[in-house]
């Protein structure tokens, strides 16, 4: 029997009714796998958010609550935001929209109260992650945060140094809303490299994952490639210092290109000698208001 959950029938509401908020706590344990109770976000705290600037969504499979998102009201020197610290869904429902669902109609219900910005934190070794944030939604990086949470205690992130993309969603800008409905047209990673996109860093293929080589941190090209592991989970695998060295060559790199106004618009996937191999395109002179 085919148990695959049907996106058609999710449903995103805007929580209201305290039980509600109750279940986000089990969505989020085992979203991130997280065995300690107090390490994820309370109940009260998202009910005191929803209603004092924030926002509270579930998403549901019938009765049944499957993921959830939660954001608070931002604002920094030059604007009010909204931040989106959390996007959740159960493990037998990833990979399966219901996240996309979430972020839409987050992007709806902001912009209903004349806010252009979302942003959010992600780990920019979490290919998937990269790609959902930066290919499918529209949202753009230039800011890196070192070791931002710490150490973590959840399964996903334990043992890990804690950098981070700062990702930024101009929710209202053509590009976005083209991304979203799959109408942006992507330069391939062939055409990249014919029109001269220069190869931020070199790696090695070793007992089937990627091995930071070295980086080139000097290059001038308009727009930039910078390669990292299909799967940093199998890297983990492999062992946390390679691990934490992904990170840390990570690290040189985007600090580096992000204070020379490079900014990642971009992730490729290219399939190569049955390897997925991933991409950041750094460009710069992007203007992500255009």
């Not at 999710?10 to 039980?19: A, E, F, K």
């Not at 070791?147 to 334990?158: E, I, T």
């Not at 070793?206 to 941190?217: F, I, M, T």
Request: hydrophobic share 40%; glycine share 8%; net charge positive.
């Amino acid at each position: 029997m085919n148990m695959r959950p049907n996106r058609s029938r999710i449903r995103i509401v805007r929580l209201g009714d305290p039980r509600e908020y109750l279940r986000t706590e089990l969505v989020q344990r085992d979203a991130w796998g997280i065995e300690q109770a107090d390490i994820v976000i309370p109940f009260h705290m998202m009910i005191a958010a929803q209603h004092h600037g924030g926002l509270v969504l579930g998403a549901y499979d019938g009765r049944k609550m499957v993921g959830c998102l939660f954001g608070i009201a931002g604002r920094d020197k030059k604007r009010q935001f909204h931040y989106s610290h959390i996007t959740g869904v159960l493990r037998a429902y990833q990979k399966r929209g219901v996240g996309l669902l979430l972020k839409k109609r987050q992007r709806d219900l902001v912009l209903k109260e004349g806010i252009d910005l979302v942003k959010w934190t992600f780990d920019p070794l979490q290919a998937g992650n990269a790609y959902f944030n930066i290919r499918k939604l529209g949202a753009i990086a230039r800011e890196y945060h070192r070791d931002l949470y710490g150490r973590m205690p959840d399964s996903l992130n334990k043992f890990m140094i804690s950098d981070r993309f700062e990702a930024e969603w101009w929710i209202r800008t053509r590009r976005v809303n083209n991304m979203l409905h799959g109408k942006k047209k992507h330069l391939s990673l062939s055409q990249l490299k014919a029109g001269e996109a220069g190869l931020i860093n070199e790696t090695d293929l070793e007992d089937g994952v990627r091995r930071p080589v070295k980086s080139n941190l000097n290059l001038n090209e308009d727009r930039l490639l910078f390669e990292i592991p299909s799967s940093i989970e199998k890297v983990k695998v492999r062992g946390l210092d390679l691990a934490r060295k992904w990170t840390l060559h990570n690290r040189r790199a985007f600090e580096n290109y992000f204070g020379k106004k490079y900014i990642v618009t971009d992730v490729l996937l290219d399939r190569e000698d049955d390897e997925n191999r991933i991409y950041y395109l750094l460009e710069r002179g992007f203007r992500p208001l255009a």
